[in-house]
């Protein structure tokens, strides 16, 4: 595939490396890079060759955030001014649909690894939180930086980050103040899992990972995520049905006793491993 902002590659066998790519800008959000994402990884999410996708920045950032130059005031409030009405309805349709761009990793069933490096500011944080796995490299930026242009983050951080980080005074001090935080707070945070030396290291870390997901049942890794996904957002009870009405007909899969013999096979298992 091939796209105007981004960069798709073939790392590993069934990892795809979807790079956000206008280095020029800091690969900051315009209006083609919202209409891509989305095309890219809903295409992904099919395609039987694909296992598991790393989401990284080309250049010397992973993400500035939204393009403020490339925001089309015309397309919104019309040329000349529509009535409050229909430039809200306008206004509402076009914060849904970076809504529903950047949900496309969340709902992606395969597994989404960000390496993120240099700046990840307001939309980057948008994105990476919609990812399953959040890995930087040491000297990585952070902010959610909404405020300090005017406006309440819309399009995922502020529901997001609660469930991923669990700290409640954490999330409001960054989104209320729109400071920097880097690697190490995220981390420490839980924003982050891992830590790297340097953004070329991060970048080949993950896509290792995601080769070694990518060898996994992929019908096992698939929903594992999907009911990860589901568990988030329900209670446990639900959660758990959900999990039954979906093993029920999962567990028929041939890659179960495939899953087994290989795992028996290693002579590294302990004794009881093997019955």
């Known amino acids: ?20 790519n206008r280095p020029d800008r800091r690969n900051a959000l315009n209006n083609a890079m919202w209409e891509e994402i989305p095309k890219a990884i809903n295409a992904l999410a099919v395609d039987p060759d ?38 809200a309805r306008n206004m509402g349709a076009k914060i849904r649909s970076y809504q529903q761009s950047l949900s496309s990793l969340d709902d992606c069933p395969k597994p989404v690894i960000a390496a993120i490096h240099g700046f990840c500011l307001g939309g980057g944080v948008d994105l990476i939180s919609s990812c399953d796995i959040r890995w930087a490299s040491k000297e990585a930026i952070f902010s ?13 951080s502020l529901n997001r980050l609660p ?3 669990g ?27 891992r830590v790297f030396d340097s953004p070329n290291q991060v ?4 896509i290792k990972f995601a080769a070694l997901l990518a060898q996994k049942s992929p019908i096992a890794m698939q929903g594992t995520k999907v009911n990860l996904n589901y568990s988030r957002d329900h209670t446990v009870k639900e959660s758990m049905e959900y999990t039954a009405l979906w093993n029920q007909s999962q567990l028929l899969t041939e890659d179960i006793p495939k899953s087994v013999m290989a795992v028996m096979s290693k002579d590294d298992l302990p004794a009881f491993a093997k019955l």
């Not at 902002?5 to 790079?19: E, G, K, M, N």
């Not at 700290?167 to 899992?193: H, M, P, Q, T, V």
């Not at 970048?203 to 993950?206: C, F, G, N, S, V």
């Open 50 to 87: 694909t296992r598991a996708i790393v989401v990284s920045g080309n250049g010397k950032a992973f993400c500035s955030g939204i393009d403020l130059q490339d925001m089309q005031h015309q397309e919104m409030f019309g040329e000349p001014p529509l009535d409050v009405a229909r430039q």
């Open 167 to 193: 700290n409640s005074s954490w999330i409001r001090e960054l989104a209320y103040s729109a400071r920097n935080f880097g690697a190490k707070e995220a981390f420490d945070y839980g924003l982050l899992s």
């Open 203 to 206: 970048k080949q870390e993950a």
């Open 163 to 165: 469930k991923i980080c």
């Open 1 to 20: 595939m091939k796209f105007e902002t981004l960069l798709i590659s073939r790392p590993a066998p069934f990892v795809a490396h979807v790079q956000l």
């Open 144 to 156: 959610i930086k909404e405020v300090d242009i005017g406006l309440a983050a819309d399009v995922g």
